[in-house]
């Protein structure tokens, strides 16, 4: 099955403010993305009122009140959106994106792996601040693009502080470059690499300190980060592709298909096959 992308164009039609670079879209009531797809752009939504589920990358999240959640392009997506719920969602185009990712503090990969955070009142009533002053901006006939990048700007850095607060891990990325960097190349070449020894050659030190470095900083250990990135993506491949079992051990670089099935049991506790019926 090959997934859809759309482009910020495909959302153009409902804009309620919005320049080529940049929309802005109220949610209001039931919404529902049965099919997950991927966009080419990112974009972000602010729940004030919010019930339903909201799936990234094959794993679901209550949505709340008071929630942010975070959408990079490429990722997949679907959602449920119950009625009663009230969001402001704002979608920005990649290079537009990209003059204000920097202040996203840490890792893209990190908010990816933990793209929705609750935020405390003063929190999101500064973020909403923010997203109205976007709407206005964009709503003016001579809107300005260096203030709509600074809004943005501030967005990036009010939710980089709060997952500071509430994601000790990401503050071990900040601090130490190596472990920034191994998360990086791990998100690089975990279908071909899956050795401690291949990221440590990489990053100059030993399989044995990289381990110790992992454990320290981040309560768990190299292989087990690895691992983890493994098991996301099968995830993702069983519950939103028609390829077969044997397909993504290929896929993931795994020698047969016993060996991945093997795997995938031992880091979820049931068999890809019973997986993929539970979904």
Sequence with gaps: MILP???????????LAGKEELLFNELHGERHI????KHDFFSIVLFEKGEGKHTIDSIEYEIENSQ???LFPGQLHKWDIKSG?????????RTFFEQFAPYFRFSIT???NHPVFRLADATFNSLLYEFKAVKEELQKTD??????????AIIASIVSSEAEQLLSTLKAYESNPRLAKFNTLV??????????TFYANELHVSANYLNTLCRKHLKTSATQLIQQRISTESKRLLSNTNLSIKEIAFELGFADHAYFSNFFKSQT????SAFREKR
């Design 34 to 37: 049965e099919e997950p797809h």
């Design 5 to 15: 992308i759309f482009n910020i164009e495909k959302f153009r039609a409902g804009q």
């Design 187 to 196: 998100d690089q070449f975990f279908k071909e690499q899956k050795q401690v």
């Design 110 to 112: 990190e908010y990816q």
């Design 269 to 272: 506790g049931m068999t890809p």
């Design 85 to 93: 719920t009230i969001g402001y969602q704002l979608m920005a185009e």
């Design 143 to 152: 809107a300005q693009n260096h203030i709509i990048y600074l809004r943005a």
């Design 68 to 70: 942010v959640h975070l």
